[in-house]
């Protein structure tokens, strides 16, 4: 069975400043990865996914996140972070068998110092 | 293309009663998931269909949680007999799988449930 792990439950970066968000998955196969953002009280909305090919995945409002199978992890980034990133960040992975699910970690909370 | 809607939004409801959620996924998505989503925490999986069928049930979902999708298109999400330890945000999500693209799943804005 697939798991995640975000090993950072908070993190606090100064507007302008450069991010980067940890994920380590566990998944014997090739995995399925997807990043999503939450705001407080709303949804979860998909910043982006690999699902094969280049390993620098493109996702919306700047994010970008790097597949590395030979550390299992799937870290997200950000050049820049803007106020309005301030959100709950959560990692999740999908096997790639056609009955698997989608596991999600615990989330890694971001607040913007001004 | 709508998104997921999830209703009612919100839900207050004693402890012992029952409570019913309901989720239209997008339209012609074949894949509906079933979340638990509790503050502070990662969204919990607890169930999904493909098309009508109910393929697995986490072992969170207690015999007091029956999910149905009748006709393969909107589903339901039952608690009976409510406990407190129910209260949480209950997250549905559709997709529809691609050999080309994999799964990119879609979450409507959840079920908040308190039970008092």
């Known amino acids: 069975a697939q798991s995640v792990t975000q090993p950072d439950i908070h993190i606090t970066v100064s507007e302008g400043a450069s991010l980067e968000l940890r994920c380590n998955y566990s998944?014997?196969?090739?995995?399925?990865l997807f990043w999503y953002v939450q705001s407080p009280g709303q949804g979860l909305q998909l910043l982006l996914k690999y699902f094969s090919g280049d390993t620098l995945v493109q996702g919306i409002k700047g994010f970008e996140a790097e597949f590395k199978r030979s550390q299992s992890s799937f870290n997200l980034r950000k050049p820049s972070v803007h106020w309005s990133d301030a959100a709950e960040y959560f990692c999740?992975?999908?096997?790639?068998?056609?009955?698997?699910?989608?596991?999600f970690g615990s989330g890694t909370r971001l607040s913007i110092r001004p | 293309d709508t998104g997921v809607s999830q209703n009612p939004r919100h839900k207050i409801t004693k402890r012992g009663q029952n409570v019913t959620f309901r989720c239209d996924p997008i339209s012609e998505h074949n894949r509906l998931y079933w979340y638990r989503q509790t503050l502070g925490q990662g969204p919990e999986f607890l169930t999904y269909?493909?098309?009508?069928?109910?393929?697995?049930k986490s072992r969170l979902l207690s015999d007091r949680f029956s999910a149905e999708r009748p006709k393969g298109s909107f589903s339901t999400l039952e608690i009976q007999r409510t406990e407190q330890g129910d209260s949480a945000m209950y997250l549905c999500?559709?997709?529809?799988?691609?050999?080309?693209?994999?799964?990119?799943?879609?979450f409507g804005e959840g079920s908040w449930l308190t039970v008092v």
């Open positions: 269909f493909q098309n009508e069928a109910q393929l697995e």
């Open positions: 999740a992975v999908e096997g790639d068998s056609s009955a698997s699910k989608i596991i």
């Open positions: 999500a559709s997709s529809y799988p691609k050999k080309s693209s994999g799964n990119t799943i879609y």
């Open positions: 998944y014997g196969a090739t995995p399925y």
